[in-house]
C-alpha cells in the first residue's frame, strides 16, 4: 500500500513538476497567436523529455551518477567547463524567471508591484533550499501545482470544436497572419519549454538524493512516462484555452493575468483563485527545482558535497551556491526586468544548451561499465538517436530564428 | 581495492571520477593521476591527484594557461600553492562509477610535493612516433592492478590515436555498445588507433619534445 503511495505521489509531483513559467507563458502565447497548429510539438517534446529523463533516472538509479558527474566524466574537464558555463547560464535565467513569475502570480492577487515581492519570494525558496525536507518540498508543491487542471476544465467548459482543435493540431494549420518563420521560433521555444535541462539535472540528482537502486526502476518509469505525459496535457489544455478565448479576439499574451484569462471566461472568480494557486504552487516548485539544479551542476563538476540528503553544513559550498543564485536572482529580477521576457529567453536558450548534456548521457546509459545489464534497449536508442538529431536541430535553428523573427515579434 | 580483474583505462574508468570518503560522504574529483616512472623505465600509478593546481592546466590552450597563473597569483605566498592534494592508491578501498576511499573525508586531504614524478594529463596528448614515422597521440593509458603492497597500477599499454583523450568515449571498450549509428561514428574517427604494449615504448621525452617513440607501431583496437 505505502508502495503504491509512492508510485501515486510521484507521478502526481512529477505532473505538477513538469508545468513552469517557461511552459505557461510560452503554451499561452503560442495558442493565443498560432492556436493548436503547434500542439504536436508539445506531444514531440513531451516524449523527448521522457527518453532524456528515463535514461538519465536510469544512470542515477543504477549507478548513483547524476548528470554532471557524467558530463565531466565523459566530456573531460574542457569541454565539461564551456557545458558547465552553458548549462548554469540557462539554469540561472530559468530560475530568475521564476522567482519573478511566482512574484508575478503573487502580484495578480495582491495588486502589489511584483517588484517589492520579489525578496520575499526569493527569501522564501532560499529557506525551502536551505531547511526543508527534499521529499515534502517535492510533493507538498508539486501535488497544488496539480490545480492548473483547472486550464483542462475550463477547456471543456468553453465547449470548443474539438474537430477543429484536432484538425489544426494534426495538420499543423497556423493562422495565416503569422510567417512560417515566427512559426518555426515558436515551435523551438516549445521544444526548449518541455525539455528544459534542468528537469533532468533536477530528476537524476533527486534520485541520487532517495537513494534510488536498480529496484526503484519502475518507480522512476512511471513517474516519468506517466507524469510527464499528464504533465503535457496540462500544457495543451493551456495552449487548447487560449486558442478559443484569445485567438479569436486577438490578444496576444503579455502577462501572467492574459495567460489566466481564459480559465476567469470560462470558470469566473473561483476558476480564477485554483489558477493562482496552481501558478504559485507550480512556479515555486520550479524555482526550488532550478534554484537547486544551479547547485547540483556546480558542485556535480567540482567534485564538492551536495544535495539536501546530508545537512548543510556538511554541503557548506553547495549551500554557498544556493544563496549566492538567490541573491543574484533578486538582483537581476530588481533592475526591473520583465520575468515574462526572462522567460521567452530562458525556453529558447534551454533549446541551445540541451544537446550538451543529451548527449553525454546517452553515450553513458549505454555503457555497460556503468549500467551492467540496464544499458539501453532497442527502443531507448532508436529514439535516443531520433532525439539527439532533433535536439541538435532545434538548438542549431535557435539563435538563428531568435535573431531573424526578433524573438517572434516580427 | 576491489574491482581491478581486468586491465582498466586511466582516462576512461579513472580520471573525473568522484572521490567518496568510507561514508559516503563526497571528497573531491580525481583530477589528474600521478605517474612515477621508475628506474627500469616502467611506469605505474600511484596516487589520485586533486585540486586546482591539477585541475586548471588540463583546460589547455590560452585561458588554461593565463588560468594557470592568475591561480598562482592568488596565492603566491603559499610555499605550498603549486602542490596537489595526493591520495595514495592504499587509501582506496574500490573502484566503482566512484573511488571510495578506506577513511573518512574530514582533514584527509593534504598538499604534497610532487618530487618529479609526473601526471597522466602530461602523457595524454603527447605525440607517438614509431619506426614507420608519427603514430598519432596518447589517448588513454591501460592499466593492470599489482600485488604490489602500496597498490600502484602498473601502465600495460598506451592507447594511441589522432583524436584528443578521451574522444574515444569509452566505445573502445566494448564491441556491442549502442547506439549503433554512434559507436560506427566514433570507432570510424578512430580507424588508425592502435595500441602500443608498454615493452615497445622505447623513451619518454617528458620536456623537451614531449614525445613518446617506439619500436613498434602497436596492433589495431580492434
Partial sequence: ?410 | MNRPDEPLDAGLHLLDRQVVDCHGRMVCKVDDLELRQYDDGSLAVTALLAGAVVLVPRLGGRIGRRLERFWDELGIQQADRGHPFRIDLAEVQDLGSDVTLVSDRHRLLRREPEDGNRRLSQLQGMTVTGPDGRLGRVIDVRLEPTRHPDRRLRVVSLLVGRGRPGSFLGYDRHEEQGPWLLARLVRWLHRHSVVVPVDEVEVIDWDDAREVRCSGSGTATR
Fill in chain 1, 1 to 410: 500500500m505505502k508502495r503504491y503511495l509512492a508510485v501515486f505521489l510521484g507521478i502526481l509531483s512529477a505532473i505538477g513538476g513538469f508545468v513552469d513559467i517557461g511552459d505557461l507563458v510560452t503554451n499561452a502565447v503560442v495558442g493565443s497567436r498560432l492556436g493548436l497548429s503547434l500542439g504536436w510539438v508539445v506531444v514531440v517534446g513531451v516524449i523527448g523529455i521522457c527518453v532524456f529523463a528515463e535514461m538519465s533516472g536510469r544512470v542515477a538509479a543504477v549507478s548513483g551518477r547524476p548528470t554532471f558527474d557524467l558530463v565531466r566524466e565523459r566530456l573531460g574537464p574542457r569541454v565539461g567547463l564551456l557545458n558547465l558555463i552553458a548549462s548554469m547560464g540557462v539554469t540561472v535565467l530559468t530560475f530568475v524567471a521564476e522567482v519573478g513569475g511566482v512574484a508575478l502570480a503573487l502580484a495578480l492577487v495582491s495588486s502589489v508591484h511584483h517588484l517589492l515581492v520579489v525578496p520575499f519570494v526569493a527569501a522564501l525558496v532560499w529557506v525551502i533550499l536551505w531547511r526543508a525536507r527534499f521529499s515534502h518540498m517535492e510533493n507538498t508543491l508539486g501535488i497544488l501545482g496539480l490545480c492548473l487542471v483547472v486550464f483542462a476544465v475550463a477547456l471543456w467548459q468553453l465547449g470548443p470544436d474539438w474537430g477543429d482543435l484536432a484538425h489544426q493540431m494534426a495538420t499543423a494549420n497556423k493562422p495565416t497572419q503569422e510567417s512560417w518563420m515566427v512559426w518555426a521560433f515558436y515551435a523551438v521555444a516549445l521544444f526548449g519549454a518541455a525539455m528544459t535541462p534542468y528537469e533532468v539535472f533536477f530528476f537524476s540528482s533527486g534520485g541520487v538524493e532517495e537513494s534510488w537502486g536498480p529496484k526503484d526502476l519502475g518507480v522512476m518509469r512511471a513517474n516519468v512516462l506517466i507524469g510527464f505525459p499528464l504533465g503535457g496535457m496540462l500544457s495543451l489544455a493551456i495552449a487548447g484555452s487560449a486558442a478559443v478565448v484569445l485567438a479569436p479576439e486577438g490578444i496576444s499574451v503579455e502577462n501572467l493575468g492574459q495567460v489566466g484569462l481564459p480559465v476567469a471566461v470560462a470558470l469566473g472568480k473561483v476558476g480564477v483563485a485554483v489558477a493562482v494557486l496552481g501558478f504559485v504552487a507550480a512556479i515555486f516548485a520550479a524555482a526550488c527545482e532550478t534554484g537547486l539544479s544551479a547547485g547540483y551542476s556546480i558542485a556535480q563538476y567540482f567534485g564538492w558535497q551536495w544535495g539536501k540528503f546530508v545537512r548543510p553544513r556538511e554541503a557548506a559550498r553547495f549551500h554557498v551556491v544556493l544563496a549566492l543564485v538567490t541573491i543574484l536572482a533578486i538582483a537581476v529580477l530588481m533592475t526591473g526586468v520583465d520575468p515574462i521576457m526572462v522567460t521567452e529567453f530562458s525556453v529558447v536558450f534551454s533549446a541551445i544548451a540541451l544537446p550538451l548534456t543529451y548527449f553525454p548521457i546517452l553515450v553513458v546509459a549505454n555503457d555497460p561499465d556503468y549500467m551492467g545489464e540496464h544499458v539501453n534497449g532497442r527502443l531507448a536508442n532508436a529514439l535516443g538517436v531520433v532525439y539527439l538529431v532533433l535536439v541538435l536541430v532545434a538548438a542549431l535553428a535557435a539563435i538563428p530564428l531568435m535573431v531573424l523573427t526578433e524573438m517572434g515579434t516580427a
